[in-house]
């Protein structure tokens, strides 16, 4: 055993010791311990590189505003996710992730992105996928709501979705040809998980570059340009289609369009997936908050559909959501290279981390949402419980202007798609209540649920043992 003072080089003690807490589904919680250890600011050597990590708002609010220009994902980042995603939204930096955001943009700013009605159509075949299960009593629906989001995100991306969930409630006695869209949320699975794996390595990524990873990218890749190649049969008259737009734009390059396209649809699936497993994993461990969700939802609608309208009038409801999202945030640390030469933080140095921090080219900033989201001095004594009533006290537009809640980033690269995730997550909850009486875990848990959540990491977070429910219709 070596001695406390000694350290292995290049940071790969962090690396063992974050593979260890990976390991046992504990990785943002030794994230949160560490800050309650070493401060809100601190650095150390990470997977090679010299590492500043950070909650404190006021340095994520000048890693992703202020000083926006000397910050990026750098080529790390780029090479260790360009085999799935190619050159996207996602893994470029400058003037080529502008040109990306620029292109991407129009389709979140319809006014009617995204269509109910296209929405409504995937909800009815999640429910029938549920109650196509035998137990009510014992039900995951983690995949069934991975499925729901890709079959949303293809329709409203390539103007025909893959359908996952009607397949599902088919017979299984009914031979089913070969599928694209199963082809593909298959491959992505996989190329999904060796990249999350890859990214933990930072600059050792290259030493996780096994054939199933290979394989897997390839054949996603190669499954989504035939997706587009049928979606231009059969999208050319479908109006909430992005598909169109974006190859007209890029002057029909197939292949260019697949690599925006598969940086929309792995966050269309994953980032909502993500965010409508944790508000059904929350309210199943929280019966009181789900009879007066579904209270609120039944006096405004009874059982008909939801408009825009209703939706932004129901308190409740946001509260639950942005409660989830302060506790779950889809990604829960993040990161930023410096790339435009030396500078600092406004904060993290000095004897009492007030005073400002020296940021050489080349360091890598990680900030963690998840540790912002759960700092006692921002949040109050009670920052463990999941309490959407602490909405009404101090609302998320305040939150969001003093950096101590920011699930979708901020900055010039704040989430394209935030929008789109509400209204998706809100309308399926509300259809969710109206559906089921009551939603409880299959395990009781009491009331200290959440130090039993074993984590799952990729590049979203997720409930490692799914979200085992028993519903009552």
Wanted: aromatic share 12%; proline share 6%.
């Amino acid at each position: 055993m070596l001695p406390n003072s000694w350290f292995l080089p290049f940071g790969l003690d962090k690396l063992f010791k974050s593979l260890a807490a990976e390991k046992q589904r504990k990785l943002p919680v030794l994230s949160l311990e560490e800050h309650e250890k070493y401060g809100d600011t601190y650095a150390q050597y990470a997977g090679g590189l010299f590492t500043i990590l950070t909650r404190d708002p006021r340095n994520i609010a000048a890693l992703l505003t202020k000083q926006f220009p000397k910050f990026g994902y750098g080529p790390i980042r780029h090479n260790c996710f360009a085999p799935l995603l190619g050159d996207g939204i996602f893994t470029l930096d400058g003037s080529a992730w502008e040109h990306s955001r620029k292109l991407l943009a129009p389709i979140f700013h319809k006014p009617n992105f995204p269509a109910f009605e296209t929405i409504e159509g995937h909800v009815q075949d999640l429910f029938s996928a549920i109650e196509a299960n035998d137990d009510m009593n014992h039900i995951d629906l983690r995949p069934l709501i991975y499925d729901f989001t890709l079959d949303t995100a293809t329709d409203f991306f390539l103007g025909k979705s893959t359908h996952l969930l009607k397949s599902r409630s088919e017979s299984p006695s009914v031979p089913k040809p070969y599928d694209l869209g199963s082809t593909f949320s298959s491959a992505f699975n996989t190329a999904v998980s060796w990249t999350a794996t890859r990214e933990r390595f930072k600059a050792f990524y290259w030493l996780v570059n096994p054939r199933e990873f290979r394989s897997s990218c390839s054949s996603a890749r190669h499954s989504l340009k035939n997706m587009i190649l049928d979606g231009i049969i059969h999208s050319r008259d479908i109006q909430h289609s992005a598909l169109n737009d974006i190859l007209s734009k890029l002057e029909l390059n197939i292949y260019r369009a697949r690599d925006e396209l598969i940086n929309l649809i792995f966050a269309g699936r994953d980032s909502n997936a993500s965010l409508l497993c944790w508000v059904v994993y929350a309210l199943a461990r929280e019966p009181i908050i789900y009879s007066r969700l579904r209270k609120e939802v039944i006096a405004k609608l009874g059982q008909r559909q939801p408009t825009k309208k209703e939706i932004n009038e129901m308190e409740y409801l946001d509260f639950v959501v942005h409660e989830t999202l302060r506790l779950f945030p889809a990604v829960p640390i993040n990161g930023r290279l410096c790339l435009g030469g030396d500078t600092t933080l406004p904060v993290g140095g000095g004897e009492d981390g007030e005073k400002p921090v020296y940021v050489p080219r080349g360091t890598l900033i990680c900030f963690s949402t998840y540790g912002t989201h759960r700092s006692k001095k921002l949040y109050g004594e009670d920052v463990g419980e999941f309490k959407p009533e602490r909405w009404k006290v101090k609302g998320v537009r305040e939150r969001g202007l003093d950096y101590s809640y920011h699930p979708f980033s901020a900055g010039p690269r704040r989430c394209l798609g935030e929008n789109y995730a509400l209204m998706l997550t809100k309308y399926t909850v509300c259809r969710f209540v109206q559906r089921f009486e009551g939603v409880t875990s299959v395990e009781d848990e009491g009331s200290d649920w959440q130090g039993r959540i074993r984590y799952q990491i990729g590049l979203t977070m997720a409930p490692d043992d799914g979200v085992v429910v028993n519903l009552r219709p």
